[in-house]
């Protein structure tokens, strides 16, 4: 397999690219595929058997269960990010690490159905908040110290948009490969 293939089995629908500039159409398509995202995965996810979960979307990549537990663990932390930035002037945001929480136990269990509920919950009360952003207040920033850089709102929400697409894709992926590659 080539460099070219593994980078494509990685980033199935690219990496997200920040617009030059954000418009209120893309913060409305971006808060939409949050909003859809839950009832996107649990679509795909709902009858796959224990076996079928723990296909893997890539050689060396989580499996099924562990992306979708990921997706719970990663959402969780966007909403106290946005929260911050709304409420706090340039907060430093606390990063963790995914690769270490998807080993735990919550990150491998193959009962989706607690997971499945969060996200619903979680993605309800996100979209909720993301539709009553002012203007003024997506231009609002936190600091991320693992980049070293300063995140806006708006770029943040298409950064969750595609976080979502990003691993509805790789959950798509590992279904039409059986987990084979």
Not at 68 to 80: E, L
Not at 135 to 158: A, M, N
Request: aromatic content about 10%.
């Amino acid at each position: 397999m080539t460099s070219e293939d593994l980078y494509n089995l990685r980033f199935p629908i690219g990496e997200f690219q920040k617009p030059e500039t954000i418009t209120s159409e893309m913060i409305t398509t971006w808060i939409n595929d949050i909003e859809r995202f839950p009832a996107e995965i649990e679509k795909a996810t709902n009858d796959l058997s224990i076996e079928q979960l723990n296909w893997t979307y890539r050689p060396d990549g989580w499996n099924i269960k562990q992306v979708v537990h990921h997706c719970a663990d990663s959402h969780m932390n966007s909403i106290i990010r946005f929260k911050l930035a709304l409420t706090e002037d340039s907060p430093t945001i606390r990063p963790y690490y995914e690769d270490r929480w998807a080993t735990l136990v919550d990150g491998n269990d193959d009962n989706l159905n607690d997971t499945l509920y969060l996200l619903k919950g979680l993605h309800g009360k996100l979209s909720h908040l993301l539709k009553h952003i002012s203007e003024e207040e997506l231009s609002r920033e936190f600091v991320h110290p693992e980049h070293g850089k300063r995140f806006r709102i708006d770029e943040t929400i298409g950064v969750y948009a595609w976080h979502s697409n990003h691993h509805l894709a790789h959950v798509k992926q590992a279904i039409g490969h059986k987990g084979k590659y």
